[in-house]
């Protein structure tokens, strides 16, 4: 393995870079190489520069999930990851960065193997391939006591190294249950909820809803939906709401009594309130309103407690064509402000509620490239937002002042399959992994499939 220089052969051989001889060819060349992180490519402009990719440090940071502090006055730039540090400068003989294209950009191998990743080029797919530490080198056996999804269960045999602690500085995920223990792939679960004995979540395609033992992690199949169900929420007296979407959205209510009780027939299912198209996110207000996101129609709904429905438009718009869903995961603050995630623009937003009901402007809290694919959105005990990053196979925290950084994260092995909603119960979060092949979790055949995962908060 080439580990001391990212050598850019093939291109020179192929004439396409003409580099001065000698001394330092300063100005960055636009290169087709591709960069190849944990085996799946990343989507950014690569440049070479004596030899050495470079591309922009903003793309890296989020790979890493390191936090970046670029000062344009100073034309120098510090990633950091918890106590890994390393530091760049225009002109600097060992660390240097370039500008071009309205892009800052750093050596690609510089910045990863700073954080214990290691780097290498193959000439014959003129790829860098950068891989994280323990996840080049597969053990034949899990050592690591944990309960982790590479150990050999479902089939799995790609890897049992990589657990989301192959990540310094971020929180360890481990998996409750694996709903489909004989399958890896093929079940949707989207929305999740937890109270202090159950996680419940539902099976978009055979439309059960599962009730999940909050310390066993045995789940059994409570009844079957009359439609799709996604996003969950609990009311005060622990009644569950479940939204369907579509066109013809509405809201089911499950009964508290009934999440207590032996499995019952779909038809004792009520359905709350209609007329909600495209009903993805649900969370409830102190007062006992319940707000409703409506995902790609950029709709906010908000139902009283006797169902009288009102509907708001948000004039949120998608950023990223192929990514339609503007309000997605929903959550009431502390602050008494209602929180959305816009999953196409990478934001968190948020609304004031009116004294009469009525919606306001959005304002927009935060916004950043690891915030893409922003999807279940729920309050920590610590008042702050966790929000699954389902494109991105993390979770992340948003304060309210609008700081963004990576809590946990990883591959396309799991613990996070394409995570979808999440849910507290103190300081344990529940997380549905909802594995669709997008992003990061692109394929998704490896890993445990549609399963709940859960952290612990610090
Ligand atoms: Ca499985
Ligand atoms: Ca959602
Ligand atoms: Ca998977």
Do not use: C
Request: charged content about 20%; glycine content about 12%.
């Amino acid at each position: 393995m080439i580990r001391n220089k990212v050598f850019i052969t093939a291109t020179l051989a192929g004439g396409l870079l003409l580099l001065p001889s000698t001394g330092w060819a300063a100005t960055p060349v636009a290169t087709d190489i591709e960069l190849q992180v944990d085996g799946q490519e990343l989507t950014v402009e690569g440049y070479t520069v004596n030899h050495s990719l470079y591309a922009s440090y903003a793309a890296i940071a989020r790979e890493l999930g390191a936090d970046a502090d670029w000062k344009e006055q100073t034309g120098s730039l510090t990633l950091q990851l918890g106590d890994d540090r390393i530091a760049f400068a225009e002109g600097s003989t060992t660390s240097t960065l370039f500008q071009a294209d309205g892009e800052v950009l750093i050596p690609v191998r510089k910045a990863f193997e700073a954080f214990g990743y290691t780097v290498s080029y193959n000439a014959a797919s003129r790829s860098v391939n950068v891989q994280a530490a323990g996840a080049a080198a597969p053990s034949a056996t899990d050592t690591s006591g944990d309960d982790d999804v590479g150990n050999g269960v479902n089939g799995n045999t790609t890897d049992d190294s990589v657990t989301s602690d192959t990540y310094a500085g971020l929180l360890p995920v481990s998996i409750l249950t694996d709903l489909k223990p004989d399958q890896n792939t093929g079940t949707r679960i989207e929305g999740v909820i937890a109270n202090s004995d159950y996680v419940f979540t539902a099976d978009m395609d055979t439309r059960e809803l599962y009730r999940i033992d909050i310390t066993t992690g045995a789940a059994e199949v409570l009844t079957v939906l009359p439609r799709t169900g996604t996003g969950m929420a609990l009311d005060e007296s622990g009644n569950l709401y479940i939204a369907s979407g579509g066109e013809e959205g509405l809201i089911y209510k499950v009964n508290a009594d009934d999440l207590k009780g032996d499995p019952f027939d779909g038809s004792q299912v009520e359905t709350f309130v209609s007329g909600v198209a495209g009903a993805n996110g649900l969370a409830f207000d102190r007062e006992g309103t319940l707000y409703v996101t409506g995902g790609a129609t950029g709709n906010i709904y908000a139902v009283t407690p006797e169902g009288q429905l009102r509907t708001y438009a948000s004039g949120l718009t998608a950023e990223r064509p192929e990514q339609a869903i503007v309000v997605n995961g929903i959550a009431v603050g502390t602050d008494g402000y209602v929180y959305t995630a816009n999953t196409s623009s990478g934001e968190v937003n948020r609304f004031t509620i009116e004294d009469d009901g009525t919606v306001d402007q959005p304002q927009l809290i935060a916004k950043s490239e690891l915030l893409y694919g922003a999807d279940g959105l729920t309050i920590g005990p610590d008042g702050n937002l966790y929000i699954a990053a389902n494109e991105r196979n993390a979770i992340v925290k948003v304060t309210l002042d609008g700081t963004v950084t990576d809590i946990a994260r990883n591959g396309n092995n799991g613990p996070l399959e394409f995570p979808a909603s999440l849910s507290f119960v103190g300081n344990t979060l529940y997380i549905s992994n909802f594995d669709l092949p997008r992003g990061s979790n692109n394929p998704n055949t490896p890993g445990i499939g549609s399963s709940i995962a859960k952290l612990e908060l610090e």
